[in-house]
């Protein structure tokens, strides 16, 4: 099973940018997908969570208060994607980003994978 996340860059303030993650491998079933950032020197924090993923309408969460209105967690089941489309950028919002997703695997396993970062640099 592999994550892969992309579409950082380095962007303005309140300039936009949208992060793909890209998942393959044998998955049987994906519960919940989620979007994390770590600044140098910081925690890796939660951002977005796309809970819900067996259901037709999964639900976004957006536990970070400081993305809220400006950043939008949303899936493309035909491509085995999820998108975070980030709006409104602020210098404050520079760090690597990383996609994770709980699911099971094909041989009956649970499992937490994650992406490879994709860092995001957002300048004054």
């Known amino acids: 099973v592999q994550l892969q996340a992309y579409g950082g860059g380095l962007v303005q303030s309140g300039g936009s940018l949208r992060l793909s993650c890209e998942f393959s491998?044998?998955?049987?079933?994906?519960?919940?997908m989620g979007w994390y950032r770590q600044a140098p020197g910081m925690d890796r924090d939660l951002v977005a969570l796309?809970?819900?993923?067996?259901?037709?309408?999964?639900?976004?969460?957006y536990p970070d208060g400081s993305v809220k209105g400006r950043f939008t967690t949303s899936r493309d089941d035909a491509q085995n994607r999820i998108y975070l489309q980030m709006d409104s950028l602020r210098p404050d919002d520079t760090a690597v980003y990383y996609c994770?997703?709980?699911?099971?695997?094909?041989?009956?396993?649970?499992?937490?994978?994650w992406g490879q970062g994709t860092q995001v640099t957002v300048s004054s």
């Open positions: 491998g044998r998955i049987s079933s994906i519960y919940a």
């Open positions: 994770s997703a709980n699911l099971r695997e094909t041989d009956g396993r649970y499992s937490a994978k």
């Open positions: 796309l809970s819900g993923m067996l259901t037709e309408h999964p639900t976004p969460y």
